[in-house]
């Protein structure tokens, strides 16, 4: 990636530094206290495991925020108004309606 990086990038990129350490550090601490090398092995392969989806999640969800703060910056298009923003007048718009029958009259 090229350019500066927002506030939001350093920090995804601290967290999974910091979650990088744990999984290094954990595994040490376990074995200073004297659990197996296989369970201790097994500990950093599952937080290797977490922090890899974690990272994951958290680059697709600043992704998905930038996409949206890009489309807001833009305003709507024509083509996506969405339901509650559509031209013209009629039923839905609040108009009199005339010509109608109704049941008093």
Same mark, same amino acid.
């Given at each position: %990636?090229?350019?500066?990086? +927002?506030?939001?990038e350093d920090s995804v990129t601290e =967290? =999974? ?8 550090? =954990? ?7 004297? +659990? ?14 977490? +922090? *890899? *989806?974690?990272r994951l999640l958290l680059r697709q ?9 890009? %489309? ?10 969405g339901r509650h923003h559509r031209t013209? +007048? ?16």
């Amino acid at each position: %990636m090229t350019g500066p990086r +927002t506030p939001s990038e350093d920090s995804v990129t601290e =967290v =999974v530094r910091w979650a990088a350490f744990s999984c290094v550090l =954990v595994p040490i601490v376990l074995l200073w206290y004297g +659990t197996s090398f296989a369970g201790a092995a097994g500990t950093a392969l599952g937080l290797a495991a977490v +922090t *890899a *989806a974690c990272r994951l999640l958290l680059r697709q969800s600043e992704r998905g925020a930038v996409r949206e703060r890009d %489309m807001e910056r833009a305003g709507p298009s024509p083509r996506r108004r969405g339901r509650h923003h559509r031209t013209g +007048t009629g039923a839905h718009r609040g108009g009199r309606h005339t010509g109608r029958i109704t049941p008093g009259g």
